[in-house]
Structures are given as C-alpha cells and as structure tokens.
C-alpha cells in the first residue's frame, strides 16, 4: 500500500474511534450555537447526523478533538445586517478537525461572496474524508508552522501550504490552486507545475526540510501559486502559475517589468532590478498574476512599469513612487508610507489597517473600487483639481473651495494650467462622506463636483455657462 492510502487509512480508523470518555457528542436534527465555539485543552466535541448552525467562529486549541460526522457545519450570523460572509476556523497548538462525510456551507451576503477560512498552526491537523464546503461557499484553507493536512475523497477551493507544513491529497479536487510559500534557507526548483489531473507527484521532489511539502494521488488540482519569501532561491521552469507572489523585507532600488505573460531565462535580481534578500528564476513558465509584499521599507524604492493582482505594504512610512503600475487591490498594514502615483490605476479597492496613508499624483480608480477593510486609520488624498471651460481649454483664475474633516473652509485658485491642489483627510469617523468642490470661475461661471476617498486623481471640472 502507498504511505499516503495507509495514512488515509489511519485517519479513517481515528474518526472510527473519536468517541472516547469525555467527549461531547451532539446528535440531533439541528443544533444552534450562538457565538464562538472554543475548545482547548484535552476537550472533545463529536457533531453527528446534524445541521449545527454557528453565529460565530471555531477556535480549537491544545489537544482539543472537533469531530463532524454525516453533518452540516452551517456559518450564520444573529445580525444579517452586519454579516460579513467570512467563516473562520482557527487550529493551533496538536488540536485535530476531523470531517467525514459532511459539508461546511456559509451564509450569503448582499456585499461579498461568501468565504470560510480555515487556518492551521503549530503541529494542528485537519482531516476531510468525503467532504466539501457547499457549492456556494469560496473555500481556504490556509497552513503554517508543522500543520498536517489529509483529505480523501475532499473538495474545496484553495489550499496554501507554508513552513514546514504538509498536504496528503487523494482522489480530491482542488477547485483553483495549491500554493507553495518558500522562505528561509530553502533552495527549491521546481517544474511542470500545470492545473489539471494529477496520477502522482511529490512537490517539491527533493524537499530540503525548509519549506512546505505536497502529496497528490489521483486528484485534480485546478492551478498553483507560487510565494517566494526572504532567503528563498526558487527555480521554475515549465509551469503555468495563476500567482506568483514575492515577499520583500526591506527591498531597495527599483521593481519593474512584473507582468502576466510567458518568462525565459527570467531573473528577479536582474530583470526586475530589485535587490532583495530573496532569488527567483523561470524558464519557459507563463504567470497569471503577480503580487508584491512589501515590509520594513527604509531605504530608496520605486515601483515601475508593472501590472499586479495586489501588492501589500506592512511597516513603512517612506515614500515609494509608483510609476506607470497598474494595481488591482492595494493593502496598507501600519505605518505612515506615502504613494506617490504617476500614470497609474487602481481596479478593485484597498485595505488599509493602523494606518496614515497618504496617496498622491495621478492616479484612476475604478468607479467599482471600494474599501473592503478600513480600520483605526487615516487616508490622506492629494486632489489634483483641473478646471475646464465648455471648450476643455484650461481656466486659469477660478476659486475652488471646499470645508476640510474638522469643518474649516478652504479656497484655492486655479494656474495658468486651470490646475490647483489640495489635501483632503479621510477619517473613520468621516470617511463615508463626500466632499463638495465648489468651483466659480472668473466670468461667474459655476460647477459642484463631489469627491470620496476613491476619486481618481486629476478631478476634472467643466464649468458651466454663466
């Protein structure tokens, strides 16, 4: 027998014998729990033949044994008002979820799909057998530290492996992508990392004991993302990656050219231009997507000519310039970093979290961008104003005014260029409400413009007749 259908085995026989003394058993048609359901220490719960309805998080801990068997873990919240649609299962210490023959299903929301998180820390395991997140539901399950997971027979979306963790995967289907993190003094090369059926493969080949660890038998696994973190050298060669994604701690100089496309005889040291503490090469490999993280940027950095999923910057307060880039979400983790845009896009929005941001310079947003995440945090905009006759020739000596977060009014007048600029402060108190330009030009001639905090920079005004 192959180690991985013995070990399935193994875990089978150990949902067998999860009724032991002292464990909780719930058996009834259905069960609601209001709030998160915590175990810890040596405690158990066996959840059978149920629909358990959940108004909280699963947060397991020590020993603790959570075992759901020919059920329904169901994610729901008292206030649908405030739900957000995101289900969190958090394992950490030798805790053990076992899931056979069951089905985790989320609740859906007006303003997001929704998503259960299952993350896994320490020496925790998971286990699914015979068991899938509901149709409806997007699906991570997300490792780190020792964490083992084994699925048999399992559907979900995503899993991404880091550390030292590991996945047994077997006759399942992985819907988007298995992701590998590499960081530390791992030397990894990899190839034909392609989606679809795979009979048999060990990845990394020739694991070096500092990274993560996947084996699939018989399973589909619908594409791969690759993250490569400080002290990685990564070599990939004929592969097709839906993400790549470089962890940067303290980069200088520059990073450009990131693009999606076909890469050969691709270096990041050389092709990106960046000198960072982290080596990618690709050979004759497509990328879907790049993201960027960023952290504990000091020195002089710039981004240029480049298209990303996402970039996400932790820990800094520099100005970073942002040249010709294309972003599609942005995240901003603590700090005070300015981003200077020029000739740049935003697609879907930013997160920003105990945070100063202050973004300049000329910068489109999508009108469907939106803050998904805002939290004890201050946005500040650089608004480049531009003031138009009906003819779009520039108007030079108009007022443009407006009243600031704190109630003062503001005046500026436009330049020969029919331009002027202003900083407005977004808060969390204030940053649902719009500012009102009110722009008078020199023959009397009026026009109101409302501004949020993902208005695109230059605004341009037309001036009506007077």
């Not at 030079?396 to 331009?419: K, L, N, R, Y």
Request: glycine share 10%.
């Amino acid at each position: 027998m192959h180690k991985t259908s013995a070990r399935v085995a193994l875990t089978l026989f150990t949902f067998s014998m999860a009724i032991i003394m002292g464990i909780q058993v719930l058996a009834r048609e259905e069960v609601h729990h209001e709030g998160d359901l915590i175990l810890d220490g040596s405690e158990g719960m066996l959840i059978k033949e149920t629909d358990f309805v959940i108004s909280g998080d699963i947060l397991l801990s020590g020993t603790a044994q959570l075992v759901v068997q020919d059920s329904t873990l169901r994610f729901t919240s008292l206030d649908p008002t405030v739900w957000g649609g995101e289900a969190n299962i958090e394992l950490c210490g030798s805790a053990n979820l076992n899931l056979v023959n069951s089905t985790i299903a989320v609740d859906p929301t007006a303003g997001a799909d929704p998503i259960a998180i299952i993350f896994l820390t320490d020496q925790a395991t998971l286990s699914m057998a015979s068991s899938q997140f509901d149709g409806d539901t997007n699906s991570l399950v997300f490792c780190r530290g020792d964490a083992r997971t084994y699925f048999y027979g399992a559907n979900l979306g995503e899993i991404r492996l880091g550390d030292t963790s590991r996945a047994d995967i077997q006759a399942s289907t992985i819907l988007w992508t298995v992701g590998l993190d590499f960081g530390g003094a791992s030397e990894i090369a990899l190839d034909r990392l392609v989606g679809g059926r795979i009979s048999s493969r060990q990845l990394p080949e020739r694991p070096d004991g500092f990274g993560p660890v996947a084996i699939i038998l018989d399973s589909w696994v619908g594409g791969w993302s690759i993250e490569v973190a400080e002290g990685a050298q990564v070599r990939i060669a004929d592969s097709e990656l839906e993400r790549m994604t470089l962890e940067m701690s303290g980069p200088t100089g520059a990073i450009r050219n990131l693009a999606p496309g076909m890469h050969h005889n691709w270096k990041l040291s050389e092709d990106a231009g960046t000198t960072a503490s982290c080596e990618l090469e690709l050979d004759s490999t497509n990328i879907g997507g790049w993201s960027v993280h960023l952290s504990d940027v000091h020195g002089p950095l710039r981004l240029a000519d480049s298209s990303l999923t996402s970039i996400r910057i932790s820990n800094c307060s520099e100005r970073i310039p942002f040249e010709r880039v294309d972003v599609r979400a942005l995240c901003v983790f603590g700090g005070g970093p300015v981003l200077s845009f020029d000739a740049s896009s935003l697609a879907l929005g930013i997160d920003i979290d105990e945070s100063s941001l202050t973004i300049t310079g000329d910068l489109a947003i999508s009108p469907s961008s939106r803050f998904s995440h805002w939290e004890n945090s201050t946005l500040t905009r650089e608004m480049i104003v531009l003031v138009r006759s009906q003819d779009r020739s520039p108007v030079e000596g108009a007022t443009v005014s407006w009243i600031d977060e704190m109630g003062v009014p503001h005046t500026q007048t436009t330049d020969p260029d029919g331009m002027c600029q202003m900083m407005v402060v977004f808060t969390d108190q204030n940053r649902l409400q719009p500012r009102t330009l009110d722009i008078t030009g020199p023959s009397g001639s009026i026009a109101t413009k409302p501004i949020t905090y993902l208005s695109s920079s230059p605004v341009i005004v037309v001036l009506e007749s007077p």
